[in-house]
């Protein structure tokens, strides 16, 4: 069964008592038992909800995975995740994950003295560099929040292989329509199923898929037991969600990559960072283990503060916003919004500029996003102008 197909037709949904096309929401907590300890499957929400089983299967099979299960955050399942792990443990990261990962990990995980090495993993040479006697796990984000760094997947899964690591990734910038980590050689796959794969800006959620029924079964078992899952009508909407994930995420990239050009030879756009390009130093990579390049990039804007704040107020069609992967299209500046938890120092090795500005590219006309964005960069081009005593004619045309 092809993807577009599995969308809809992965998990059986169809109600045989009534016909109902789409599965129901059973908003209940508990399930009335024959007798004590004879139950149909079901004993409480927490444990098991039919409406949850049928986002998990179809998220399984989505990632071409065994298991799937699903939580209330993109953190919350991280924080399962990290219950695999006790104190001792040691966990090699790459340097630029999603700063809520990076709190979450040196803030609360630290303190159960589980140790983490924050590494380029462009660079494989690294990652063997940073192992230790007791690195159980190694984690990564590919492409990397928000300077969109690639990993070589299959390359780490080797690597965690020969060492007895677990490999997780965190596959919420690309979806399974682009990446499937699993098939690369991960043994987890983490998702924020706040961001694509439900895509309107409406649920909180969080997804975990292995092919291992070992570590299904000890998952299952933290879901339980630490109860952070999702509640019965968010899962019926990311369901719901999922239904248009291939038609958008195909719209998302048709416009990210018109997008992306676009900027790429506009006079006041230092860099554009988008795996789409060849000007992307992973081009190559993003091409043998992605089918598609997603909706993210980012680019420096040769202007200062001011003017930036400008061209964003100036902006129609993109909302300033955190989050990303909705169906609108959605603007940020990593520096002061989401990446302002990390200290400046850090942010400066890492690359992340005052200047730079993520985008999310949302499912909007194509024609009337790249309008948007030149009317907003010529408004700043002519105060830019100005201010440096240049000729207005070759940047603003007026
Ligand atoms: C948003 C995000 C998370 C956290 O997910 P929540 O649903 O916000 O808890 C984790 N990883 C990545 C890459 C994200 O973008």
Redesign the pocket.
């Given at each position: 069964m092809e993807f577009g197909t599995k969308v809809l037709h992965a998990v059986n949904k169809v109600c045989p008592k009534t016909g109902a096309l789409t599965n129901p929401i059973y908003q209940t907590t508990t399930y009335v038992q024959d007798g004590p300890g004879e139950h149909k499957g079901y004993e409480y929400s927490r444990t098991g909800n039919p409406t949850r089983d049928v986002l998990e299967q179809t998220l399984a099979a989505l990632e071409s995975a065994n298991h799937g299960l699903a939580f209330?955050?993109?953190?919350?399942?991280?924080d399962t995740v990290m219950n695999l792990l006790g104190a001792g443990d040691h966990v090699i990261c790459s340097d630029d994950?999603?700063a809520?990962?990076f709190r979450l990990f040196e803030r609360v995980k630290a303190k159960n003295n589980i140790s983490f090495s924050w590494v380029d993993m462009t660079c494989p040479g690294a990652i063997e560099a940073a192992l230790r006697e007791n690195t159980k796990m190694i984690w990564c984000?590919s492409p990397?929040?928000p300077l969109l760094k690639l990993v070589d997947i299959q390359a780490l899964a080797t690597i965690a292989r020969s060492n007895n690591c677990l490999l997780v990734v965190?596959?919420?910038?690309m979806t399974p329509y682009f990446q499937k980590p699993l098939l690369l050689g991960a043994d987890i796959v983490?998702?924020?199923?706040?961001?694509y794969l439900n895509g309107h800006s409406d649920v909180?959620?969080?997804a975990l898929l292995t092919n291992d029924t070992d570590l299904y079964k000890q998952l299952k078992f933290l879901q339980n037991a630490i109860g952070a899952v999702p509640g019965a009508f968010d899962c019926w909407l990311v369901t719901r969600g999922l239904k248009t994930l291939h038609v958008r995420m195909q719209q998302h990239e048709y416009n990210a990559k018109k997008i992306a050009h676009y900027l790429e030879r506009h006079p006041l756009i230092k860099r554009v960072i988008y795996p789409g390009l060849e000007s992307h130093p992973q081009h190559a990579l993003a091409k043998k283990q992605m089918t598609g390049f997603g909706g993210m990039m980012t680019f420096d804007v040769d202007t200062d503060l001011d003017g930036i704040k400008l061209f964003l107020k100036n902006l129609h069609y993109f909302s300033l916003a955190e989050?990303?992967?909705c169906v609108e299209s959605l603007i940020e500046l990593p520096a002061i919004m989401t990446h302002a938890a990390l200290p400046a120092s850090e942010r400066i090795k890492l690359g992340i500029t005052d200047g730079l500005v993520r985008l999310s590219v949302g499912i909007e006309d194509c024609a009337d996003l790249m309008a948007d964005l030149d009317q907003a960069l010529s408004s700043i081009a002519c105060n830019y102008c100005a201010a440096q005593r240049v000729d207005q004619q070759s940047l603003c045309g007026s």
């Open positions: 209330a955050s993109g953190l919350a399942a991280i994950v999603y809520g990962t984000e990397t929040n965190d596959n919420t910038f983490v998702h924020s199923v706040t961001k909180i959620g969080g989050s990303l992967g």
